[in-house]
Structure formats: structure tokens, C-alpha cells
């Protein structure tokens, strides 16, 4: 999908897992606020998790620590209301509102996916659809299945995450982290547009950072079995040193494997969006 909502999205997991190594760190929680705070301001869905992020440090260390973190958070979150109240003339609006086509002046929410408004209950069959159910499309020619532009669910694209059902329900950090990565969902599933011209489902790169930690802090699942690949360039197309360089964070240069077009590059049909992508 576009590159104005992936770096977005990037940018915000890239703080949310920073708030979370912080968290895990035992660092002070005005640090893990703000750290949630630029999160919330990337992709404003994140912020969501302040909520079990607090309770759990209200547990844990008591209301003055919950407090530190809420300030951190709030700290970020009037800077971005003053700079919207500068550049937009609001404190609540981020320019979304605003785009128009300079051709037509057709703006986004004049789409069909959003007849209800930007949010709605009504959009929520949809959204779980996509994100658990949606498969590829079945075609007669070969290989017989096609990507949908609406994208592929998490179940077939990330299988993996089926390891939440082992989660420790006692563990009160567990339950912080998961809370975090289902509340982060509520409103990308409650938003008209469930994701378009993508393959799997982007939305889920919010929850992902809180869904790492629990696969590999919490439930031990052992880092040194875990491997990624990588585009490594190929017909003309660069390699992919962005994603090599995330991954050397997390793993060491002989388990990031590096694989052509057939594995590493996807693509909706023989035009339309496409791009390099990485898999663990």
C-alpha cells in the first residue's frame, strides 16, 4: 500500500517496541509514556495501549508510577495538539479531513467503504473478516489463486500468532501485552476501510510489536530458532537494506537469509501494487 501509511505505521511500532523494551527494562515510565506517546502520534491507534500499559504499571508500582507514564504520554500528546492547532486551525485534526483531489475535489471519506462515517460498528463484520477469514481469490488459470486487493487475513499470512493461545493468564505482564495488542485493534476494525491494495493485512502492524514480545519474552519462544528472510535483489529491483538493517536489532547476519522474487517479492498481478517484503 502506500508509502505515506507504511512509514507511518513503521515509525509507530518502531516506538511502541521501544516503550515496550523500556517496560521490560524496568525503566522509568515517564521514559515508556513518552516512547508511547510518539507512538500514539505516528498511528494514533497505538495510543490505545497507554490504557494496559497504565493499569499494569498501576499494579505493579503503585499510582504514582501509572501517573509518570500518562504525563510522558500526555507530554507528546499536547505537543501534537499545538501543532495541529498551528497547521490545521485544530487540535483534533490531523489534515485527514482535508485532502481533497485537485482534479475533482473528491475527498476520501466521499469513498463507498466509508458510508457510515470514518467509524462504525457497522464496519466491524467486515474488518474481522479481513483480518482472520480473507483468502486468496480462485481463478481458473494457473496457479488458481490470486491475492485480493483487499488483502490476505492474518491466519494465512501469520500463522505464528496462533502461539497467543499458550500465553500465561496469571503472568500480569502477559496480560498487559496482550490487552495492549487487542485494544490497538478495536478502531482499525471499527474503520470503513479495512486496508486496501496490500497483501495480508497492514492494520495488524500496530499490535505487532506487543505480539513480538510476547512470543519470544514472554513465552520463551527461543530467539535462535527463529530466522528472516529478505529481498535480495533481483531484475533490476535494489535489495532490501532497509529490512536487513531492522533485523540485525533482533537477529545476527547468518540468520537473516536473503531470497530472490519467488519468495521475497510480492505482487498483485502483472501490474498494480507490488514491492519487496520479509518474512520470519
Known sequence: TGGTHLWAQLCGAAFALGAIR????????????????????????????????TAYLADRSGPRTALACLVGAGV??????????????SPIEVGYALITSPDDGHHPTDEWWFAEGLFSLAY????????FVRFFDVVEAPPWLR???????????????????????????????????????????????PGFAQWGYRFAIDALPFAWTLL???????????FATIFKGEAGVPRDDEAYEIWRKHL????IGELGAADNFWQMGDTGPCGRCSEI
Open 252 to 255: 545476527p547476519a547468518e540468520r
Open 22 to 53: 523500556l517496560l521490560v527494562d524496568g525503566r522509568p515510565a515517564l521514559l515508556v509514556g513518552l516512547a508511547l506517546g510518539a507512538a500514539a502520534a505516528c498511528r494514533l491507534p497505538v495510543g490505545a495501549a497507554v490504557v494496559p500499559i
Open 147 to 193: 491475492p485480493n486487493w483487499m488483502g490476505l487475513a492474518v491466519t494465512w499470512t501469520m500463522p505464528a500468532l496462533a502461539w497467543i493461545a499458550r500465553s500465561s493468564r496469571r503472568d500480569p505482564l502477559v496480560l498487559a501485552l496482550a490487552g495492549a495488542a487487542a485494544i490497538v485493534m478495536v478502531p482499525n476494525l471499527l474503520h470503513g476501510n
Open 76 to 89: 507528546v500528546a499536547a505537543g501534537l495538539a499545538a501543532y495541529n492547532l498551528a497547521r490545521f486551525g
Open 216 to 226: 519470544t519474552d514472554e513465552w520463551q519462544l527461543p530467539k535462535d530458532r527463529l
Open 124 to 131: 466491524l463484520p467486515n474488518g474481522l473478516h479481513t483480518m
